[in-house]
Nanobody, 123 residues
């Protein structure tokens, strides 16, 4: 059963932008985005804390992605700019509702996951 409902994704040309969204629970301690492409390991992308005041990103993004949240809607967003074909993947949101001691970039930190949305970047 889907735990978090994601929206967004689709086809975008190289250099273009796309924004993903994910509905969280009211109990969230933190939200993150990951992606998983065939033949590759799952990659951490971005994390934001409960208040949205603390955000962390994978270094390889080089400032191109922005994570944000609207607490009134319990929704987290991932704004992706300057997308490259190599970033074609299924993108997942994840939610932490309890602190298990794992790092924010560790998938084991998160209790709930979205269904995933396909992002395809064309040349």
């Amino acid at each position: 059963q889907v735990q978090l409902v994601q929206s967004g994704g689709g086809l975008v040309q190289a250099g273009g932008s796309l924004t993903l969204s994910c509905a969280a629970s009211g109990r969230t301690l933190g939200m993150a985005w990951f992606r998983h492409a065939p033949g590759r390991q799952r990659q951490f992308l971005a994390f934001t804390s409960r208040s949205g005041g603390n955000s962390y990103y994978a270094d390889f993004l080089k400032g191109r992605f922005t994570i944000s949240r609207d607490n009134s809607k319990n929704t987290v967003y991932l704004q992706m700019n300057s997308l490259e074909p190599e970033e074609t993947a299924v993108y997942y949101c994840a939610e932490a509702v309890s602190n298990n001691g794992a790092a924010y970039y560790n998938a084991l930190r998160y209790n709930y996951w979205g269904q995933g949305t396909q992002v395809t970047v064309s040349s």
